[in-house]
Structures are given as C-alpha cells and as structure tokens.
C-alpha cells in the first residue's frame, strides 16, 4: 500500500484535530459539573424538548422528501411543461437561508410563530437538498426497468412505487439525511420562529441564566440523537447503490390531462418557497430604502465576500487532502478521520462557536477573534460538506492515468498533483462553490466567533431582527440572498445539466 | 391462427414517419427475428406490440384480440407480454429471484416460488437466486431477464437486440442458450437485431426491416440464398458486386460467366452479389490477381486479391492462406444472385 | 474598515481640539482619573467595549469620547445576554476591556463570575447607589422605568398594583410584549419579590387578560389607535414616539403604580471594567460625565443617573418613582423566568 505525502498526511490530521475540539469542550463542560448537568437532563423539559426536536425532524424530513421527491420527478421523469423551468426554481430556495425565509414570512403574518411556521419554513428550505439528491438520481435510473414492470402487469402509479422510488432510495435517504441534520442543527429561523427544539434551549440556557453546564448537558443529547439519526440512515440505506451509469433512452411519463394539476402543483410550491418570502423582502427594502445606510451594506457585503471566498479556498483544501487520503490510498485511518468529520458535523453552530470562543479565548488568545478563527469554525462545521462534494471527483478520476503517469517516470507524488488533481480540479472547484454558499448563510458561529468590529450580511441582519426592524432588516436579506444565488446557480447547473441528459 | 397480426401498421413521430406500413404474423411457438439497420424503425416496431406507443395508422392483433389500433391501446400491463431489454434492465432493488418472480402477482406464494425455481433452474442460475443483479455477469443478467419475462408465461416474448451489449463469444454461447430456453419453455417470440448472423442462426423465420418496411420475410436459408434485392444482399453478407450482363441463360462477367441463382431475362444487364465463400483462389505465379491483404482468423483467413481491376474479398478456408504479394488466380464456386439495373 | 477611517480622523481632531471648546466635564473627569491612578500602568490609548446596547443608540456618544480623548474604543455589539455568555466562555482571557450592557441581569451575571475589577468608589458614589450593584462590581449609566401607558378615555384610574391587572375586568385590554428582554427582566424582578408561586399565577392570569405583542413599540402603538386600554412598557418609548409625532399628539398617557410596586421596576444600563486600565476607567467615567448623561437623556429620553443632568421635563422624576427595591445583579436568573414565561403558555 503507497503511502501518502507527508503535506496530506499533515493537512488532513490538523482537521481532524479540530474537529474534536467541539466535542472535547462538551466533555469539559460536562466533568466540571456533573450534578447539575444530570440534573438538567432530568428535567421534565428535557423530554419535552426532546419531543419538540424529534417531532419538527420527522415532520419536515416527511414533507421534504414528499416535496422534493416530486419536484424531482415531475421534473425528471414526466411530460410536466417547462419542466426546466420548474427545476431551477425547484433549487432556488438553496440561496434563501432559511432565517430570511422566516423573515420573510414573519414580516408578512405578525404572530408567525411555532411549530406549523417552523415545519413550513424548514420544509421550504429544506426540500431543495431532496430535490438535488433524488434528481441526480432519477437521471441514472435505465427507464427501460420501468417499461418492463408495465409489461410484468403492474399501472403508473405502482410503477413509480415499486420501481421508481425503491431505485432512487438511497439517494433519497441520503437527502433526507441531510434534511435532518439541517433541522436538528438549524437555529436562526427556530429562534426566530419561538418554536422550543434542542437548539434555541441550548442557546437559552447558555444566554438566559449563563449556565454552561445545561447547555452543555443539552447539546450532548442532540449530539446522540444526531449520531442515531446516521446510523439510522447507515442502517436502512437500501441494499445496492446505484449504478453511476446511465444506460438507454431516457422515457417520460405523459402526464395527459394531470399535466396543468402537476404544474400547479410546482408553482405553488415555488411560489411558498421563493415568491412569498422575495416579494416580502422586496416590499420591506423598498420601504427601508430611504433609511439604508449604504456604507453599512457595503461593509457588511464585503465581510461576507471575504469570510465565504476564504473559508471556501481553504476548507477545498483540507478537503481535497483528506479525500485524497481516504480515496487514493484507502488507508483505515483516513476512511476513519472521514468518518469523524462526520460526526462533528452532528453538533450545532452554536456549540461549535462556544467551544471555540472557550478555547480561543484561552489557549489560543493571539487568533482569538481574529479571521482565522472564524475560518477554523467553518471548518470544522462544513468540512463535510465539502468532502462529499470532492470526494466523488476525486474518485472519479481514473487510476489508469496514474499508471500512466508513473511509468512515464513522474514519481507517485507528483503524478497526484499533475494528473489526479487537475482531472478533479471542476468537482473541486464546485465543492468550494459550495462551501462558500453555505458560509454566506452560516449565523451562529459567526456572530459568536466574528472578529471584533467585522459584520457580515447575515449579523447585520441578525442585529435588525432583534427590534423586528424588518424594513432595516431586508435590504441585508435580500443582498445576502442575491450573493448566495451566484454559488447556488452553479449548482443549479448541474441539476440542469442532469436534466439536458434526460432529454437527449 | 396467428399468435401476433400486425397489419399495415405506421407510426409516425411528428412529420418523421418510422413505420410505413409493416405487415407481421408471428405463429405460435415461433422466433421471428426482424433485422434491420440501426435506424429501421425496429425499437419501434418493438414499441408499438409492447403498447408504450400508439400507431399512426393499422392493428395489431394478439391471440386473436385486438390490442392496438389507431384508436384504442390496451395498456403495457394488460397485455401479457413479456419484454427483454438491450441491457437487461433487471430491477437493481430487487434479488435474482424477485426479479424473476416480479410479475407473478396474484400467484399463491407457493405457486410464485415453484415457477421461479423452475425458471432458475432453465436459466441455470440456481446459486445466484438470492443475489443482487449486480453480482450477475452480462450473459447472466441477460438469462435472469429472459427468465423475468418468460414467468408469468406471456402470449409473446419481445427481445431487443439482446446480446448486443455482450461480447462475441458470450454472444455465441447466449444465443443457443436462449432458444434452447424459448423451446423449453414453447415461447413465442420476436427478436429484433441489426446482427444478421443472429438473426439467421436463432430465428424459425427472419423478417428483414428496411425503410419502415418489411422487404423480405423468410427462412434464414431463404433470406440468405435468395435475398430479394441488393440491398439485402449486402446487408445479409460479405458479398462483392460486379458488373454483368446475361448471355445463353450465365450471367457473364469479368471473372467469368456465372450461373445465377434467380431467373433472369436474356440480355439484362446488372450486377451479381458474390460472397466470399463462392471465390476460389489458385496459387499461379502467372495468376491475374495479386495478394494485396490478409486478415487470419485461425479456422479461416480473408484474403483480398485485385484482379482484373476488381477488388475481391475471398474467405479461403484451410490451413492455407496466400499471403500477401502472392499471385494467385480467381474462380467463382457455385452460383451467384443476379439483381438488374 | 470604515471604523479605522474615523478612528484616523479621530486622533487628527484630537490635537486640534485641545484649544477648541471641549467640554469642561470632560477635561475635569480626566483630570479626576489620572489623579486617582498615582502611576498609570501602561497607558492604554484604544479599548475594546462589548456591547449589549445596539449601535445605532450608542456609537455615536463612543465616537465623541474617541475624538475628545484620543482613545481609540473597537466595539462588539451583540445582545446583552450574548455578550455576557461570550464573556463568561472567554474567562480571564477576554479581549474585552469593559462591558457595556442594557440590562442589569447580564451584568449581574458578569460581576458574580467576578470577571469585573472592583469600580472605584469615586465612579460609584456619582450614581445612587440603587442603580449600581450592590457589591460594587459594576455601576449604572442609564435608567429606564417599567411604566403603564394608558387610554385616558378608557382608563380613569391607574390600578394600584401591577398585579390588580389579572383581575378579569381586564379582560382583552392590556397589552404585554412576553418575548421582549425587558419584561422578561420585570418577571424575574416579581420572582425574586413574590416568589415563583405568585408569579406563575399571574403570569397565567395574563395568559387570560392580555393581549400579545412582540414588542414595546407595537404596544404603545396598539393604545394610540386604540385597540387596547393599555400595556407594560419601558417608558421611553413613549418619549420616543413624542419626538416622532408631537407630545402634544399622544393620546396615550404614562402612568405607575403605587407603593415600591414591582410594576415599577427600574432597571439600568450599565458598565462593568473587565481589565483595570485608566482608559477604561476614563470611559465609564466619560458615559457618567455630564456630555454622556445629556446624551443618553436626548437620544434615548432615559433617566440620568447623576445629578445636575436634567431629565426631559415630561418625565416623572425618578426619586418620586414608587420603585421596588431590590439588587438588580439578581436579574440575572433569566432562563427560569422563561421556563415560567413558557409554563404560563404567554411563549
């Protein structure tokens, strides 16, 4: 077995390391005051709390996948009209964070607020991911396997049942996956929203009576009910995954008169997700436009440019070394840091903040607020992110050409940096548009972690809604909505470009 | 009775017509291969018996009852045929046995597992009932289709090109094991394939599909000695065209008078189909043809020899093969197709 | 970027403004601080304040110190509760110099970390002692009272007690803002004065009787259009919306109750030093000065906190307040006033 160079080994290890910090603090939180932390847990609230969380996962998990397992296949797979058209606006909300959809909303309905708001907005935001995941899918699937059940005797709709989503399963337990985590974790629009889950009681606990060892106490059942949600998903993934070809014509399903039902359908959606939260947005700005304090905008814009270009430069890089390592050396250790990453990923932004500012302040003061420190928050928070996005080009890129490559007398090292990583340059490059995206978003850390004096779009707007100052609010939303479209059009590309296949 | 009528179906995609009126009767038990170009219209014709499209205009009867017509199309699932895919299409979710057994709702469970037993064992794939497909090598995913399809014993078992993704000698093999399963099993079937040595090793009957049309239908020694027109007389064979003209009953040629196989008319002039197989080379130094290509198969070569200002590819069988710059002389064996014009 | 801008004008107006007409509390307050620390230690000239108190109300009055001092202040704003907790996260290692908070509760908290240097008592004898913690751990800079505003045409008489409010005569007629950090803070003072069992029921009573709203400002607006009678509010939003519309065009009135009712709570904003420099002991005395107080009493229609500051003439003085008397480090109980808030069913 080749051996990785030393850079990779370096790289990926100092991820590792900080992706344990987070979990570190929680058990120094937790040895420091055992009692109260059990006693916290003991409380009745607990187990309210823990029905709160699992009920808004469940519910919104059960509606995304419906909503985006739709979108995916009326798009896909039927003769839905425009069904392009409906594709990009079916991925547009990926560029609303999902505190402006609440915003949005709020601003819109005084008294918006609890579960039914959280579940619509976190639904809305949410079901995109599903949409992606089950596209990316649906397009692999040979459609002759569909034509074969219709002659085995069975209609449309058993078709789609027992053919169709039993073969897009685990593309789509694995969006909605993705789902849960992003409500367990999710912060901004539940604290916005006033709907009680783990992590608006961890943020309570933490800001309302400063009590670090509830918090703690309480990020720690999150953390488990994370860990089961993936096992849960590892465990009922589906028996086979998909074939990454995509073999014989593509067919769809003609709709006939359900065709406008399916349209309807699709607009509605687009119009919960993207019109009625923007066209919110629009009016609020327009109504704020003559207060807005434009070197504050643009300040604010250019510290989100900033923190999202950088932090999407180098986590690709921690990423590309780690994927490297775990897909073209396939040691046990690197497919174990993997997997670590993973399970950090479990922990809210708001722990990962604390426990940063605990060992920032402490034994790293000279980073401590500084940009860096931000960066490494980002890091350990979407690492995972990115590596599922490299990682797939990575592997993509064929092992004959190495072979190649060394017998041309370029030793095993070099051959990585001339031939593997320029193959995988595109899919690494998407993975940090990605990154970016979602550092455009991110809240929590960075309000607590922002090096003094710098603001971003999203504190700013974080500020605004604090008075619900929505007119001073919006002009921030809406700028950060457009930025973060950019990195979510390339995305949508993507999506498109796996719709022109189904065409051909 | 025929098993499947197709009368003066046409199928026309927007103003782009696949099907110009084909006419198809498949008898019970019978292999009908449809040959034809890739672009024929052959998935087409597939298509159109499945009920996945409707035709433009004719019917199409099965057993007797109509499924399609330009007005009515009975739907894929009520029709009761089965269909084997190019690529085998087997369901990846679903075990060898589930796939073969997917079409058997409404079987008692007992009943369900005897007839999948019995299929696994005519395909042979008695240890892979309980593996996933993509376990299954191609030539087994193709047997595990065939199997699916055969199950739930349909009126008819369409196949399209399905050996075309496998390679020759898992081909070679496929297609002896398939009509040893179609026979087992008294199967009617069409085979649809651009591989005329399929179609004429496999088939009871070849029906060759050019233009959206069905030019010729027959057996495959039929097809092959007598192919109606040129066309199909190069498409079905390595064959040369020379020019020539009939004199006293030969058609006479630069390579000599040859008897044709057809009638012809005293004085036609037009052009003879020779096969490699008809040509016989002679070593002769003073020979008018010279070696210019050898390709060696092993149990026969293809040799090519310019003579006369002709360009002839022989099939010399044998242990000997003239090599390349050697003279040879030319003979044509047996007799030859003469088509006029 | 844009705040290194200023802070560079700053340091250039400084030096001009020594001859220009810099206001003479100031230089005395300076004088003040640099006579009470007989050797400067290090002489800072730039601190770092935490922020509760939002940017738009006070980066105004840190920008006049900056250019009347020389002292260069970066500032972090946050919510009060937030800073406290990154405060508290941050230990002994904190960036921050001094902490400068808009309720009384997060300092409580700070202070009882003991993060906060003693203040000395020069600072805290400028302010009553009741509006400053009581273990001198940090001094009020701002008072602001818990007031009811009120319909004159439906409400003849104040009640007496913020608690005759959950009698049923006041059904669908007041008006709370349960979500808001000021009147969580006025629960968590009824707490502490009447215990959990009291409070609960009346927090329940309102559940009943009142009508919510997610903030002051919505309330008082909701009196002047007359859809409720009344509503718990911090009185200078009154003041607030006055300067917007005319005083003369409020039909809401401000009232209190009586006898050191809990309604009346006084709650301050404040400061507490983190790290003992002069400047930052210069800045808590800069908000304190006569400069800072008029400040605050213009911008926000707060209460001063020294005296020779004139509050706005249509505020009740504060001395004639029926104010409850209580420690105001002890609102720093927050997360069990939101469970009750929450038991209640009022969130």
């Not at chain 2, 240890?127 to 289709?145: N, T």
């Not at chain 2, 040509?279 to 090519?304: I, M, R, S, T, W």
């Amino acid at each position: 077995m080749r051996k990785p160079p030393k850079v990779i080994l370096v790289i990926a290890l100092t991820a590792t390391l900080l992706a344990v910090l987070p979990i570190a603090y929680l058990g120094l939180r937790l040895f420091e005051g055992f009692d109260r932390a059990l006693a916290e847990l003991l409380r009745f609230r607990t187990l309210e709390l823990l029905g709160n969380t699992g009920l808004l996962v469940l519910a919104v998990s059960a509606s995304a996948l419906l909503v985006g397992f739709s979108q995916a296949w009326l798009t896909t797979r039927s003769t839905v009209k425009f069904a392009s058209f409906f594709a990009v606006l079916a991925a547009l909300p990926l560029a609303i964070p999902s505190y402006v959809m609440a915003l949005g909303y709020m601003s819109l309905f005084p008294g918006f607020s609890g579960f039914f708001a959280s579940w619509l907005v976190l639904t809305l935001a949410t079901s995109p991911y599903v949409f992606l995941g089950v596209t990316a899918a649906l397009v692999r699937i040979d459609t002759a396997t569909d034509e074969v059940a219709r002659t085995l005797g069975l209609g449309r709709f058993q078709v789609l049942t027992r053919v169709t989503f039993p073969q897009v399963r685990p593309a789509a337990t694995a969006s909605v996956l993705l789902v849960a985590l992003y409500v367990l974790s999710e912060f901004g629009a539940i604290a916005l929203l006033r709907f009680d889950t783990f992590t608006r009681a961890i943020y309570n606990a933490y800001q309302g009576s400063f009590d670090r060892t509830s918090a703690a106490a309480l990020a720690l059942v999150l953390l488990l009910m994370t860990l089961l949600i993936i096992w849960f998903e590892r465990r009922y993934r589906g028996l086979y995954t998909a074939s990454p070809k995509a073999l014989g014509k593509r067919l769809r399903v003609d709709l006939g008169s359900w065709s406008w039902a399916a349209m309807a359908a699709l607009a509605l959606v687009s119009v919960f997700s993207v019109g009625i939260p923007m066209a919110s947005l629009l009016a609020w700005s327009i109504q704020g436009s003559a207060s807005l304090d434009l070197p504050m905008l643009l300040d604010a814009l250019w510290g989100s440019v900033r923190l999202a270009s950088l932090s999407g430069i180098i986590i690709s890089v921690f990423a590309t070394a780690i994927a490297l390592w775990a897909v073209r050396y396939r040691t046990r250790l690197g497919a174990w840091i993997e997997t670590l990453s993973w399970a950090t990923h479990a922990l809210p932004a708001v722990v990962v903040g604390l426990a940063l500012v605990f060992f920032g302040a402490n034994i790293t003061p000279w980073i401590y607020q500084t940009t860096w420190m931000l960066v490494i928050a980002y890091l350990i928070l979407f690492l995972p992110n990115a590596l599922a996005a490299i990682s797939t080009p990575i592997a993509q890129a064929p092992k004959d050409l190495e072979d190649v490559s060394q017998s041309l007398g370029v030793p095993a090292n070099r051959t990585l940096f001339k031939v593997v990583l320029p193959i995988a340059f595109p899919g690494i490059l998407a993975g940090a548009g990605l990154v970016a995206l979602t550092v455009l978003k991110e809240l929590p850390a960075t309000l607590l972690l922002r090096p003094t004096e710098t603001n971003t779009l999203a504190t700013r707007l974080w500020d605004a809604t604090e008075d619900l100052a929505y007119s001073q609010a919006a002009p921030f939303a809406l700028l950060l909505v457009i930025v973060a479209g950019l990195p979510a059009l390339v995305l949508n590309a993507q999506a498109r470009k796996a719709l022109s296949e189904v065409r051909g | 009775m025929a098993m499947l009528s197709m009368r003066a179906v046409k199928k026309s995609f927007g103003d782009f017509e696949v099907l110009n009126g084909v006419d198809l009767f498949v008898e019970d038990q019978e292999l009908v291969a449809v040959l034809g170009a890739s672009g024929s219209g052959k998935s087409t014709l597939l298509r159109l018996i499945a009920g996945f499209e409707k035709p433009t205009a004719g019917t199409i009867e099965l057993a007797g009852n109509e499924i399609s017509s330009v007005s009515k199309v009975l739907v894929p699932e009520k029709r009761n045929i089965g269909i084997v895919p190019q690529d085998a299409a087997l369901f990846p979710h679903l075990s060898v046995s589930q796939n073969i057994g997917f079409g058997l709702a409404g079987w008692s469970s007992k009943a369900k597992a005897a007839r999948v037993a019995e299929l696994l064992e005519i395909v042979e794939l008695q240890e892979f009932a309980d593996s996933s497909p993509d376990k299954l090598s191609g030539g087994q995913a193709q047997r595990v289709a065939l199997a699916r399809a055969l199950a739930p014993r349909p009126a008819i078992v369409l196949m399209d090109e399905p050996f075309s993704a496998l390679d020759a000698e898992l081909r070679t093999r496929l297609r002896l094991d398939v009509k040893a399963i179609l026979q087992k099993e008294g199967a009617t079937a069409i085979l649809v394939t651009h591989d005329q040595e399929e179609a004429l090793s496999l088939a009871d009957r070849v029906a060759v599909l050019r233009s959206g049309q069905i030019v010729q239908v027959g057996s495959p020694t039929e097809i092959y000695n007598s192919p109606v027109d040129i066309g199909i007389a190069t498409f079905l064979g390595d064959s040369v065209l020379i020019d020539g003209e009939v004199k006293n009953g030969k058609v006479v040629t630069l390579l000599g008078a040859l008897s044709p196989l057809n009638k012809v008319t005293e004085g036609q002039v037009g052009r003879v189909a020779i096969r490699g197989e008809n040509f016989y080379l002679l070593p002769n130094p003073k020979g008018e043809g010279e070696v210019v290509g050898q390709v060696f198969f092993g149990h026969d070569a293809v040799v090519e020899v310019v003579t006369k200002g002709i360009k002839i590819r022989a099939r010399s069988n044998g242990p000997f093969a003239p090599e390349v710059g050697m003279r040879v002389s030319v003979w044509v064996r047996g007799s030859v197709n003469f088509y006029p014009g | 970027m844009i705040k290194k801008a200023i802070t560079f004008a700053a340091f250039a107006s400084v030096s001009l403004a020594g001859c220009s007409a810099a206001p003479s509390v100031v230089e005395n307050s300076i004088t003040a601080a640099e006579s009470a620390t007989e050797q400067p230690i290090a002489e800072k000239t730039s601190i770092t304040v935490y922020s509760g108190r939002k940017e738009s109300l006070v980066q105004a009055v840190i920008d006049q110190f900056t250019t009347d001092t020389g002292i260069t202040v970066e500032v972090r704003y946050g919510k009060s509760a937030e800073m406290a907790a990154q405060l508290l996260e941050e230990g002994d290692n904190s960036p921050a110099d001094v902490f400068f908070s808009q309720d009384a509760g997060a300092l409580g908290a700070v202070g009882k970390a003991g993060m906060f240097i003693e203040m000395p008592s020069e600072i805290l004898g400028l302010v009553p002692s009741e509006y400053s913690a009581a273990d001198g751990k940090w001094v009020g800079v701002s008072g602001r009272a818990r007031v009811i505003v009120y319909d004159p045409d439906k409400v003849s008489e104040v009640p007496a007690s913020v608690f005759d409010l959950a009698r049923p005569e006041w059904q669908g007629r007041i008006g709370i803002a349960p979500t808001n950090a000021s009147f969580q803070a006025f629960v968590t003072a009824m707490r502490i004065l009447h215990g959990e069992n009291k409070t609960l029921e009346w927090l329940k009573a309102m559940k009943a009787n009142a009508v919510m709203y997610p903030k002051n400002s919505a309330i008082l607006q909701a009196v002047e259009d007359k859809d409720i009678d009344a509503g718990l509010i911090n009185h200078y939003y009154w003041f607030a919306k006055g300067k917007d519309i005319g005083v003369e065009n409020m039909t809401s009135k401000l009232g209190q109750f009586q006898s050191k009712d809990v309604g009346n709570l006084i709650n301050s904003a404040g400061v507490g030093i983190i790290s003992d420099s002069s400047a930052a002991k210069s800045f808590v005395e800069y908000l304190l000065s006569k400069t800072g107080q008029q400040y605050f009493v213009g911008e926000t229609s707060e209460y001063p906190l020294i005296p020779g500051v004139v509050a706005g003439v249509e505020l009740t003085p504060m001395d004639q307040i029926p104010a409850p008397e209580i420690d105001l480090s002890d609102l720093d109980s927050l997360e069990e006033t939101l469970d009750m808030i929450r038991e209640s069913g009022l969130i």
